[in-house]
């Protein structure tokens, strides 16, 4: 794990509340209660910040809400459309609601109307092998044939692990076959980074994202201050984007 990993996972909201309540109890055993008290609290709130869903609408909106989502024929046409992997929020169409898969709506969805649309004439889909054998850009693939996307027209990256990666393979795959221009899939909370990290590989990339999930839902018994569980799932996705914003900058990756 690197140490830019470390402090992502260290800094979710339930991990870092476990961690700070250890070392607090540690504090008061040593007899500074004080600190111990503050410390606890410290982590406390921080969960519970997480828990509401005022804080993922916030603070997740606003990295959604950076480039909205467009219609096929609202978008120029490229020279390709390039998905990356993934599965934020296991592709629910809402983080508040319960998983449905059949609402479900994964990033490959947007890719398959872009091209019968004939907004770009080949798929790059990007993404290695996670757990398994089977990398992501393959089961992107699979996803796309199942609706009558020729297989003629995908071409898969398969060593990427991460945004960065996935900007700088793509490139290589971009360059070698001369393209310049292309439509950018990734999910709306993702999207920020993914287009910092093609513009610094020199890539012309337009973003096309899925659908934003961070949306306030229809029930009326919704609660923007009650704790949600669900939303301090959803943290994770939420705290894992700002930490990667910053330690790409620091990296100078965007």
């Known amino acids: 794990m690197t140490m830019s990993s470390f402090f992502t996972n260290l ?13 607090a109890l540690v504090l008061f055993m040593a007899r500074r209660r004080k600190a111990a008290f503050f410390i606890a609290a410290s ?13 993922s609408l916030w603070a997740g909106g606003r990295l959604e809400q950076l480039y909205p989502q467009k219609l096929p024929a609202e978008l120029p046409n490229a020279d390709a459309i390039v998905v990356l992997g993934g599965n934020t929020a296991n592709n629910r169409t809402n983080w508040f609601e319960p998983y449905n898969k059949n609402t479900a709506a994964p990033r490959v969805d947007t890719a398959a109307l872009l091209y019968k649309a004939d907004r770009a004439p080949i798929i790059i889909l990007s993404g290695a092998a996670l757990e398994g054998k ?8 699979r996803a796309l044939e199942q609706q009558d996307i ?4 995908l071409v898969l990256e398969m060593q990427s692990r991460n945004t960065h990666e996935n900007g700088l393979y793509t490139a290589s795959q971009l360059k070698a076959r001369h393209i310049s221009r292309v439509l950018l899939v990734t999910s709306a909370l993702h999207m920020p980074r993914a287009m910092a990290v093609f513009k610094k590989q020199g890539i012309m990339a337009i973003a096309a994202p899925a ?7 229809t029930d009326p018994g919704f609660s923007f201050w009650l704790p949600n569980m669900r939303a301090l799932d959803a943290s994770r996705s939420i705290i894992k ?3 990667g914003l910053l330690a790409y900058w620091v990296r100078g990756w965007i």
């Open 241 to 243: 984007e700002y930490a």
């Open 11 to 23: 800094v979710i909201p339930v991990n870092l509340c476990v961690t700070l309540l250890i070392v």
């Open 134 to 141: 089977t990398s992501e850009a393959q089961v992107m693939a």
């Open 211 to 217: 659908a934003p999930q961070i949306v306030v839902p």
């Open 150 to 153: 020729p297989d003629r027209a």
């Open 43 to 55: 982590g406390l709130c921080w969960a519970v910040f997480w828990s509401l869903p005022a804080s």
